[in-house]
């Protein structure tokens, strides 16, 4: 089983990635983001509920993300493979990710890591908050708080995979062809 985890910052670029190397490499694609926000549209109790933390930019509490992540796991039992993408964000959510695989009797391949700096971070989400329509992409102060919670919450989480030998750093600026072809060698020679 391939299980390969896109990490980076706010704006990286892991959706972008993520669609591409789903379609290359056949696995199922689970962004804790794009679900939360499927749970928004529906007006569901859980989406009520992130939407309160995401509208702020802080993160949905490690109880629920958990828990949804998991049932989401568990809906794709002939699997080949998965991204997870925006998954984990806290050292509590590599641990869960890590027992879930290991009751499974698999474990997670690769963390690539798409590496942009502040400046260009900012400028991007502003970008997409053009015409996402995400509310979180359209006020700087969110968005600085985001990057805030990943310096302070998220980045820490390298250190797990990289204890683990896992970690690989991607240079994320460029074009999308050209970190696709990147992240394509890293997993090629993972596999
Ligand atoms: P981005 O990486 O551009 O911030 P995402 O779609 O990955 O976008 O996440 C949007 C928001 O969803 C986050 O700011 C956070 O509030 C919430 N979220 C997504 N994934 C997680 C997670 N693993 N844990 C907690 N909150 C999350």
Same mark, same amino acid.
């Given at each position: 089983?391939?299980?390969?985890?896109?990490?980076?910052?706010? &704006? $990286?670029?892991?959706?972008?990635?993520s669609e591409?190397?789903?379609?290359?490499?056949?696995?199922?694609?689970?962004?804790?983001?794009?679900i939360?926000?499927?749970n928004?549209?529906? $007006?569901?109790?859980?989406?009520?509920?992130a939407?309160s933390?995401?509208?702020k930019?802080?993160l949905?509490p490690?109880?629920?993300t +958990?828990?949804?992540?998991?049932?989401?796991v568990?809906?794709n039992?002939?699997?080949k493979g998965f991204?997870?993408? &925006?998954?984990?964000?806290?050292? $509590?959510?590599? %641990?869960a990710?890590?027992?879930?695989?290991?009751?499974?009797?698999?474990? +997670?391949t690769?963390?690539?890591?798409?590496?942009?700096?502040? %400046?260009?971070?900012?400028?991007?989400?502003?970008?997409?908050?053009?015409?996402?329509?995400? !509310?979180?992409?359209?006020? !700087?102060?969110?968005i600085q708080?985001?990057i805030?919670?990943?310096?302070?919450?998220t980045?820490p989480v390298?250190?797990?995979y990289?204890s683990? &030998?896992?970690?690989?750093?991607?240079?994320? +600026?460029g %074009? +999308?062809?050209?970190?696709?072809n990147?992240?394509?060698? %890293?997993?090629?020679?993972?596999?």
């Amino acid at each position: 089983m391939l299980n390969i985890l896109l990490f980076g910052p706010p &704006g $990286a670029g892991k959706g972008t990635q993520s669609e591409k190397l789903i379609a290359r490499y056949n696995l199922v694609h689970l962004s804790t983001g794009d679900i939360f926000r499927a749970n928004i549209k529906g $007006a569901t109790e859980l989406g009520i509920l992130a939407k309160s933390y995401m509208d702020k930019g802080q993160l949905v509490p490690d109880e629920v993300t +958990i828990r949804m992540l998991e049932s989401e796991v568990n809906k794709n039992p002939n699997a080949k493979g998965f991204i997870f993408d &925006g998954f984990p964000r806290t050292q $509590a959510q590599a %641990e869960a990710l890590d027992n879930l695989l290991k009751s499974k009797s698999v474990s +997670i391949t690769l963390m690539l890591a798409l590496e942009v700096e502040e %400046e260009e971070l900012r400028k991007r989400l502003l970008l997409r908050g053009k015409d996402s329509g995400r !509310p979180d992409d359209q006020n !700087p102060d969110v968005i600085q708080k985001r990057i805030d919670v990943y310096n302070n919450e998220t980045s820490p989480v390298k250190h797990f995979y990289t204890s683990q &030998g896992k970690y690989k750093g991607i240079n994320g +600026i460029g %074009e +999308i062809e050209e970190i696709f072809n990147l992240l394509c060698v %890293e997993i090629d020679s993972a596999k």
